[in-house]
């Protein structure tokens, strides 16, 4: 195999980087169902990790002044079945496609994608923060299975973390093997921060022992995570876990 396609949720830059060097080209497209997923796609020569390459040749995408991206293509839905509120809510009056994600187009035209309009959250400061991209930074870590970022409302980030299965069953083995992953995750913390924009900083970590699935609502059947039920499960722990000052929180160990 040479050339491979993916698609659905944003790859780490460090992952399309490994399979590069093992000589496979991993490619990244983007569309959606609403415009049959005729959009966007990589190309060989001028593919970019972090971007989901140009438009077709019939295909225009533009970024509206809040970010959004919207692209009118042939590939677009007639409309949502008997639903025209719907319908006009998601197509602009000159036929382009909110897709209600946000994204920027880089000089040589590739498309980034910097996170969903609707996740996106304001901190007591004011300042905006999209989670999305902070997420991917910490799953990128060998013991980080899945991440949350939050903290709308609150001087800064957080995020909830749910360990990889083999340093899940460490961390179970008792405090002096969490004192260990404490300071690892001390470290990645710190890593994150230095890698985004100050505003978006997490003040901490938190390890989460319940365990997020499809089954109790906090996952979809796609192994997503359901930000809303999440934010809402943790949201009692908020103050206090900001008044602790504690870089990484252990919840329900």
Sequence with gaps: MRLAGSGSAPVPKELINWYNNLGLKLLEGYGMTENFNYSHMSAPDTALAG???????????????????QVKTPGLMMGYYKNQEATDECITPDGYLRTGDQGEIDKKGRLKITGRIKEIF???????????????????????ELACVGGSS?????????????????????????????????KLLKGVNESVDGHE??????????????????????????????????????????????AVIWHGW
Excluded at 55 to 68: F, K, L, M, P, S
Excluded at 122 to 144: C, D, L, R
Excluded at 168 to 176: F, H, L, P, R, V
């Design 201 to 246: 900083a997490s003040q901490f970590v938190v390890i989460i022992k319940d365990v997020w699935l499809p089954d109790n609502g906090l996952l979809t059947p796609t192994q997503k995570i359901v930000r809303n039920k999440i934010e809402a499960k943790y949201a009692v722990n908020n103050d206090s876990w900001y008044g602790s000052r504690t």
């Design 122 to 144: 304001k901190t007591s400061k004011g300042k905006y923060v999209a989670p999305a991209p902070i997420e991917t930074k910490f799953i990128t870590h060998e013991m980080v």
């Design 154 to 186: 609150y001087p800064a980030a957080h995020a909830l973390l749910q360990l990889s299965d083999d340093w899940k069953k460490k961390a179970e083995e008792g405090e002096d093997a969490r004192k260990d992953i404490t300071a690892a995750m001390e």
């Design 51 to 69: 971007t989901v390459g140009k438009v077709y040749d019939d295909v225009t995408c533009r970024i509206a002044e809040d970010g959004e991206i």
